[in-house]
């Protein structure tokens, strides 16, 4: 039987996800976290007494994830462009494909509210398209070029094509992530900057740091799921909201940083290229979700980077150069390793004994 107030988050071990758990118990939330774990573990040690882990992947799961949940939040998946270009049949396996399925599931087992977790980046509009250079909203049309936001829009339009009377999906769109989470990454821009003054001092800006972007503090994110979940169905089912606080252009973005790294006692200087390198280029309105269910972020640039700092020289998060924060670097490596496993079987361990097996060529991954 379904609980009232129990949420199953689906990738809840994620960047994300750790926040957005930990804001669900602060507030009274029967939480689950159903993840595949690629981070690990550890960032759930904070409250891992306080919820219910189901380890396993989304592309083949069991309406059993579902027993205790009244509400679905979906967070896993690939989360990036460079790890869906990497492996797209995958990415789009697990980001549209399995968006569908856990809806399929949710709907017969009765959980209404699935909640997705999508992102701003369907809006990209590359920077050589200057007449689409506006304020966009959940009104524009999108046409996404790139493997990730293609995958996530057509995870909306799966989610959507089952929407009725009694399967309510919400979608988040939301702006690239910043701040301090407990899985940490720095592979997204504002982390990235507060990385290379720590490493480099130095920020760095490609094609003259023109391009603009919709950005929000994981926190304030965090924040938006709340709202979404307790918003009554009315208002939210088959919704579309963007999550955004401001849009900056990067250049802009990285004064804002180094403003919050000097309050801080960092300094770093700003270095700018003009090379081309296919860079994402849009800014979006977050007025609707304002208007609808009077959620805002609170949190700026500048905080947040101050906050972050504090977090990361109190955790001991200054091992940059980790391949556990950069997604593409952490599952490339983990395929490594798989590679490695399945012949060695163990590393220090003693193999149990078996027959020497012929091994035949491997191909590598496309
Ligand atoms: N980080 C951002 O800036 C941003 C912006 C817009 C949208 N999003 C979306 O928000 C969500 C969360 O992002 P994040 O930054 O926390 O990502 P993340 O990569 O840190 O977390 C994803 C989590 O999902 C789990 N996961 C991945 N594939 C899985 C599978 N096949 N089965 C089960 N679990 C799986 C991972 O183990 C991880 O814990 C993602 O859907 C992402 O696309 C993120």
């Given at each position: 039987?379904?609980?009232?107030?129990?949420?199953?988050?689906?990738?809840?071990?994620?960047?994300l996800g750790c926040v957005l758990v930990e804001e669900l118990l602060s507030r009274g939330y029967d939480v689950t976290v159903?993840?595949?774990?690629?981070?690990?573990?550890?960032?759930?040690?904070?409250?891992?007494?306080?919820?219910?882990?189901?380890?396993?992947?989304?592309?083949?799961?069991?309406?059993?994830?579902?027993?205790?949940?009244?509400?679905?939040?979906?967070?896993?998946?690939?989360?990036?462009?460079?790890?869906?270009?990497?492996?797209?049949?995958?990415?789009?396996?697990?980001?549209?494909?399995?968006?569908?399925?856990?809806?399929?599931?949710?709907?017969?087992?009765?959980?209404?509210?699935?909640?997705?977790?999508?992102?701003?980046?369907?809006?990209?509009?590359?920077?050589?398209?200057?007449?689409?250079?506006?304020?966009?909203?959940?009104?524009?049309?999108?046409?996404?070029?790139?493997?990730?936001?293609?995958?996530?829009?057509?995870?909306?339009?799966?989610?959507?094509?089952?929407?009725?009377?009694?399967?309510?999906?919400?979608?988040?769109?939301?702006?690239?992530?910043?701040?301090?989470?407990?899985?940490?990454?720095?592979?997204?821009?504002?982390?990235?900057?507060?990385?290379?003054?720590?490493?480099?001092?130095?920020?760095?800006?490609?094609?003259?740091?023109?391009?603009?972007?919709?950005?929000?503090?994981?926190?304030?994110?965090?924040?938006?799921?709340?709202?979404?979940?307790?918003?009554?169905?009315?208002?939210?089912?088959?919704?579309?909201?963007?999550?955004?606080?401001?849009?900056?252009?990067?250049?802009?973005?990285?004064?804002?940083?180094?403003?919050?790294?000097?309050?801080?006692?960092?300094?770093?200087?700003?270095?700018?290229?003009?090379?081309?390198?296919?860079?994402?280029?849009?800014?979006?309105?977050?007025?609707?979700?304002?208007?609808?269910?009077?959620?805002?972020?609170?949190?700026?640039?500048?905080?947040?980077?101050?906050?972050?700092?504090?977090?990361?020289?109190?955790?001991?998060?200054?091992?940059?150069?980790?391949?556990?924060?950069?997604?593409?670097?952490?599952?490339?490596?983990?395929?490594?390793?798989?590679?490695?496993?399945?012949?060695?079987?163990?590393?220090?361990?003693?193999?149990?004994?078996?027959?020497?097996?012929?091994?035949?060529?491997?191909?590598?991954?496309?």
């Amino acid at each position: 039987m379904n609980e009232t107030n129990s949420v199953l988050v689906v990738g809840g071990a994620g960047y994300l996800g750790c926040v957005l758990v930990e804001e669900l118990l602060s507030r009274g939330y029967d939480v689950t976290v159903f993840d595949r774990l690629f981070f690990g573990e550890t960032p759930l040690r904070k409250f891992r007494d306080r919820i219910r882990l189901l380890t396993g992947d989304i592309r083949c799961t069991s309406p059993a994830i579902f027993e205790r949940a009244s509400a679905l939040i979906n967070l896993g998946g690939l989360s990036n462009d460079p790890t869906a270009e990497y492996n797209p049949e995958a990415n789009h396996q697990m980001n549209t494909v399995a968006t569908r399925t856990l809806a399929e599931m949710a709907k017969k087992q009765g959980v209404r509210r699935y909640i997705f977790a999508s992102s701003c980046s369907v809006y990209d509009v590359g920077v050589v398209d200057e007449d689409r250079d506006v304020l966009l909203n959940e009104e524009s049309p999108v046409q996404p070029r790139a493997a990730y936001a293609t995958s996530k829009l057509a995870g909306e339009l799966e989610l959507m094509a089952l929407h009725d009377a009694d399967f309510a999906p919400v979608i988040l769109r939301m702006g690239t992530l910043f701040g301090f989470s407990p899985r940490m990454r720095y592979d997204l821009v504002v982390n990235t900057f507060v990385k290379d003054a720590f490493t480099k001092g130095c920020l760095h800006l490609h094609y003259g740091g023109q391009m603009w972007r919709p950005l929000v503090d994981v926190r304030d994110a965090a924040r938006a799921y709340v709202a979404a979940l307790e918003a009554p169905e009315a208002v939210v089912s088959g919704q579309i909201f963007n999550i955004v606080c401001e849009n900056f252009r990067i250049s802009e973005l990285a004064f804002r940083v180094r403003e919050g790294l000097q309050a801080k006692g960092i300094s770093a200087d700003i270095k700018c290229a003009f090379q081309y390198a296919g860079i994402r280029n849009y800014r979006v309105s977050g007025k609707k979700i304002f208007q609808r269910l009077n959620y805002k972020p609170v949190i700026s640039v500048q905080e947040s980077v101050e906050y972050m700092v504090d977090q990361i020289r109190e955790h001991g998060y200054t091992d940059f150069d980790n391949d556990r924060y950069y997604n593409i670097r952490w599952m490339k490596l983990l395929e490594q390793v798989k590679q490695t496993i399945d012949i060695t079987g163990t590393i220090f361990d003693m193999p149990s004994s078996k027959p020497a097996l012929e091994l035949t060529p491997r191909r590598a991954h496309a």
